[in-house]
């Protein structure tokens, strides 16, 4: 096995053509590690040393990535994290061909242990419950002579949808139930034209893309504030074409006569539907609920098109459980030379 080291920015490019193939080949399939999303967050983000690890069978095949970086933290000195860790990304993996997944791993380790002068500690975050990150990576560390630790970081509610909508409504508790059908039927007989779209060829993406940021920054003052920061709205303006070029977005907006009120940014990747970010005018219609008919008409949508899950992603607000979803887990690993 041949293991490379790129510490450049070039490396995006010259593993442009192999680094998806290798991704749909591992069980580390998510739109979080696609190259397109991890070199658009490098290229906005780029907090430390780009300390990327491929890992090529004697075919010159390349077989496992390890897409990490060295980022100075003041407590724990020189720390391996991986691209993408942790606000703007929910799953993040090593990616590793489904095939080899015990040499790659045990070679990664063997690698962080005999360079382990260039960092202090790993970092690893976002990693899911039945990631092999989580479930193998640790035990290789430790043949190495790493301390590993494991913890629950977040959890991420997933719903797995049903063939039809009233199945799926009878899955929640009876008056969540009768609440969606409620707010729905309050919507549809309004006196206010209720509306809703999921943008598509016919509209401006740009334009669209405004609405929305405008919509999520009016729903919360720590969204507000975070898009103040202009990193996270250059990666914002810079992976919302990108992904919509892949047809991996699902940009909807619910309408009351004919202005736009409720928001949803969702992802489509591997036949399920992630939940992104949203946004609300928190001082219009809140009679007609606007927010969640708009989650009601997307789960609806995701059921009609026979996706198998619509997917939460981090964080326990107590909407996704009212709509349906169960908890999902991802870890944080931190590893440690023991003699370090």
Request: glycine fraction near 4%; aromatic fraction near 12%.
């Amino acid at each position: 096995m041949k293991l490379t080291v790129y510490t450049q920015d070039n490396l995006f490019q010259d593993l442009r053509n192999e680094w998806n193939e290798l991704l749909e080949r591992s069980s580390a399939n998510r739109i979080f590690s696609t190259w397109e999303w991890q070199s658009i967050w490098w290229q906005s983000y780029h907090p430390g040393k780009l300390w990327v690890i491929t890992c090529r069978d004697d075919a010159e095949r390349l077989i496992g990535i390890a897409p990490w970086f060295v980022e100075q933290h003041p407590q724990y000195g020189r720390v391996v994290r991986s691209i993408g860790c942790v606000e703007v990304t929910d799953y993040l993996d090593l990616i590793v061909d489904r095939e080899h997944t015990a040499p790659v791993f045990a070679a990664l380790a063997a690698f962080a242990a005999q360079h382990s002068s260039e960092f202090d500690v790993i970092d690893l975050c976002n990693l899911p419950q039945e990631s092999l990150g989580y479930q193998q990576f640790p035990d290789a560390l430790r043949q190495q002579g790493f301390t590993v630790n494991i913890k629950e970081q977040e959890v991420c509610p997933i719903i797995q949808l049903p063939a039809d909508w009233e199945t799926y409504l009878e899955m929640l508790d009876k008056k969540q139930r009768h609440e969606v059908r409620r707010k729905l039927r309050r919507a549809e007989g309004s006196e206010e034209r209720v509306d809703w779209y999921i943008v598509g060829t016919e509209h401006d993406l740009p334009s669209e893309v405004d609405r929305f940021l405008h919509l999520m920054a009016a729903s919360q003052i720590d969204k507000a504030t975070f898009l103040q920061d202009p990193q996270n709205m250059d990666f914002f303006r810079k992976v919302v074409p990108v992904v919509y070029e892949r047809n991996w977005l699902q940009l909807s907006f619910l309408t009351i006569n004919g202005e736009p009120t409720a928001t949803y940014m969702n992802f489509i990747y591997q036949n399920a539907v992630l939940v992104y970010n949203s946004g609300l005018r928190v001082d219009a219609h809140s009679n007609l609920s606007p927010g969640i008919v708009l989650l009601a008409h997307n789960i609806r949508y995701a059921i009609e098109n026979n996706f198998r899950a619509f997917d939460f992603l981090r964080g326990n607000e107590i909407y996704k459980y009212r709509m349906g979803g169960q908890d999902t887990h991802i870890y944080m690993l931190r590893a440690q030379l023991s003699n370090a």
